[in-house]
């Protein structure tokens, strides 16, 4: 079993939708949260950085982890096709820890 | 621009050439990290310094692959002897200590051994 997993998708979904993206991990260890959204072709960029269980919203964002169940979820509000990227999980066990990434989720907005 | 920079952008060589890449990370960060993408994978973990000292390295990093960070500023990561399993984009990132995992990442140096 990896310690991280998360679908790659393709997910598509219409413009204006609320976006849902999840992961598992395995090693509850984990306490650092991260997403990243990569464009293609680019390097990963930082969206959302969460430490332990609980919510974080930025905009139109929102970030859920519960450690209990070892998921992690990204919310994208009012989605525009400017969102249509692949989405990173990221995590590690301490602020010196290497991080491990998920797959990623590849999402399309459709307009 | 005070971002994550890398050079080259695009990187075409023959098998069993040798090739490097230059990583400047964000200027006040001292630490900097070496990950390893391909398609439809996410980045996986090859090595990070602290300053100029080596303080992980992944046993991803096979003894071809070498990386420097000899003045705590720039890193440089040496690929000896290609092999087309090795080609990836390979993305430097950086961090301040006190952020730790909080790191930012550059737009990636891609690989293509034929």
């Known amino acids: 079993q990896k310690e991280v997993e998360q679908d790659p998708g393709p997910l598509s979904v219409p413009e204006g939708a609320i976006v849902s993206l999840n992961c598992t991990y395995s090693n509850s260890a984990f306490q650092y949260f991260m997403w990243y959204r990569q464009y293609s072709r680019k390097g990963p960029e930082l969206l959302m950085y969460t430490y332990s269980s609980g919510n974080k919203e930025d905009g139109r964002f929102t970030a859920q982890v519960d450690k209990s169940s070892k998921y992690i979820s990204l919310f994208i509000r009012d989605s525009q096709p400017s969102d249509s990227a692949t989405y990173l999980c990221a995590m590690s066990g301490g602020r010196d820890d290497k991080i491990i990434f998920g797959k990623g989720t590849r999402l399309h907005i459709l307009p | 621009d005070t971002g994550v920079s890398q050079d080259p952008r695009h990187k075409i060589t023959k098998r069993g050439q040798n090739v490097t890449f230059r990583c400047d990370p964000i200027?006040?960060?001292?630490?900097l990290y070496w990950y390893r993408q391909t398609l439809g994978q996410g980045p996986e973990f090859l090595t990070y310094f602290q300053n100029e000292a080596q303080l992980e390295k992944s046993r991803l990093l096979s003894d071809r692959f070498s990386a420097e960070r000899p003045k705590g500023s720039f890193s440089t990561l040496e690929i000896q002897r290609t092999e087309q399993g090795d080609s990836a984009m390979y993305l430097c990132a950086s961090s301040e200590v006190v952020s730790g995992n909080t790191i930012y990442f550059g737009e990636g140096s891609w690989l293509t051994v034929v």
């Open positions: 200027s006040e960060h001292n630490r």
